[in-house]
């Protein structure tokens, strides 16, 4: 059922457009501090923040009930979270250490220390040969995987300045990450729209504009900003929520030229 649509038209390339068709909506937990969001094997997987409460839990994918939780250190304020194998890698903001969990029991099975550009961790995501971390700045951190049977620890391979191309300024707090076909799906902190990042230059090539998923003017003293990006690959379509949220939200992201746009 397709409840809204709409065309957002400040977009940084002009040659393209970018259009929002929000789906549907169900419940979030609203003491989440949303700061990582997946959907692997027809369930929501989510890193929830803040010191003393920071948490990783599973979720049925089409109410939002929760199935498993992991609570973690109070001395580690959790960030983004990604999925590789069996298992979930989940950044933490300050400590510079990557909490390593069993996809299928939620068991913490190694912590091992990265870098980034800035020290701190944001947003993760997996492009099938690096883990990329936001740190809240304009770069975006290539990190490598180490083997788990090693105590080897992630290394930076590379990193991408993420620029808007009509104003030629970097942009900065990218946080939350969700890549999908040689493109960059990010939130911007405090900002009610996401970027399309291109993998490879950092060029900026798309933003859609979210506020109206949860007006400001709707939400609740509580409700905190957007953040949480999962992409379900059976659709195609984007999961969205935001810190402290009620709710989940099934949206299309579509982007193309504009001589296609219909």
């Known amino acids: 059922i397709l409840l809204v649509e709409i065309v957002w038209g400040l977009r940084p390339n002009e040659n393209y457009y970018s259009k929002v068709s929000i789906i549907r909506s169900f419940q979030h937990d609203s003491s989440c501090f949303t700061q990582g969001l997946v959907i692997h094997d027809g369930k929501i997987f989510e890193s929830c923040g803040l010191d003393g409460q920071s948490l990783v839990r599973v979720s049925h994918h089409l109410n939002g009930s929760k199935l498993l939780e992991t609570k973690l250190s109070s001395r580690f304020f959790a960030e983004g979270l990604v999925i590789v194998g069996d298992f979930i890698y989940v950044l933490t903001w300050k400590n510079k250490k990557m909490v390593i969990l069993d996809v299928y029991t939620l068991k913490i099975l190694q912590i091992k220390t990265f870098s980034t550009h800035s020290s701190e961790g944001w947003g993760l995501t997996f492009d099938g040969e690096y883990l990329i971390a936001s740190d809240g700045s304009n770069v975006l951190n290539f990190l490598s995987i180490p083997d788990h049977h090693s105590e080897n620890d992630f290394q930076i391979a590379k ?8 104003s030629k300024r970097r942009v900065e707090h990218i ?11 990010a939130n911007v902190w405090y900002k009610d729209y996401i970027i399309r990042i291109d993998a490879k230059t950092g060029e900026v090539t798309n933003k859609f504009d979210l506020s109206a998923i949860y007006p400001k003017r709707q939400r609740s003293r ?11 690959k059976s659709d195609e379509t984007f999961l969205l929520t935001g810190k402290f949220w009620p709710q989940f939200h099934v949206v299309s992201l579509k982007h193309g030229r504009n001589n296609e746009l219909k």
């Open 175 to 185: 946080n939350e990450l969700e890549y999908v076909d040689g493109f960059i799906y």
């Open 159 to 166: 990193k991408l300045t993420v620029f808007d191309p009509t």
């Open 222 to 232: 509580e409700a905190d900003c957007l953040n949480g990006i999962a992409f379900n």
